[in-house]
């Protein structure tokens, strides 16, 4: 999983980060809600971690601009105010869940992965996912992939690595994101599993291929 942590709190920010990279699970941290904001502007998270109490525009603003721009990524409230008018007004925000400080690391984990489900499920489930133009098209429920009109051949691995790619075009993936995404934290990350598959996809694209740029100290984009 792909994490957005936004904490001003030092000491809360290092021990959540510790623990979900404990959990093989990449963390990006924004101190304030103007990072956090600059941050999900052009890059992909599974689940934002919005601390409540920031300097400058709270958790609830960050989380109304979100939404008010279509961003749908789901958001986990962190609030050390256990008041039930502060819960209803975050969720009212548009947050997703909320959890009162301090709390339970165990209890974290499972609410950020339930909330991952609830987004994955509802993808699965979810229209084809396309490409902008269409020339490249991917249809989730007969996990089929056509290029122009043809038919591709791919492996359960390349299948899971171009449904990801379609799904969040035009945003920079990282290797961490692309690894956990598709094989899973049990894969070492310093393997160059995901640079070989990206090189196979690109040869199965053909002429689109060249539409996967490697962002350089970043990752990859679909475009
Ligand atoms: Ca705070």
Redesign the pocket.
Known sequence: MNILLV???TRVADFIRRGLKGEGWFVEHAADGETALEFLKDRDFDVVIL?L??PGISGQDVCQRMRARKDLTPVLMLSALDATDDRIAGLRMGADDYLPKPFDFEELLARLEALNRRVFDFGAQGAPAYSNDETVLFDRAALQLTVDGQVIDLSAKERELVSLFLSNRKKVLSRERILNAVWGTQEDPLTNVVDVYIGRLRKKLGQHGSRITTVRGAGYRFD
């Open positions: 904490e001003d709190e601390d109490m920031l």
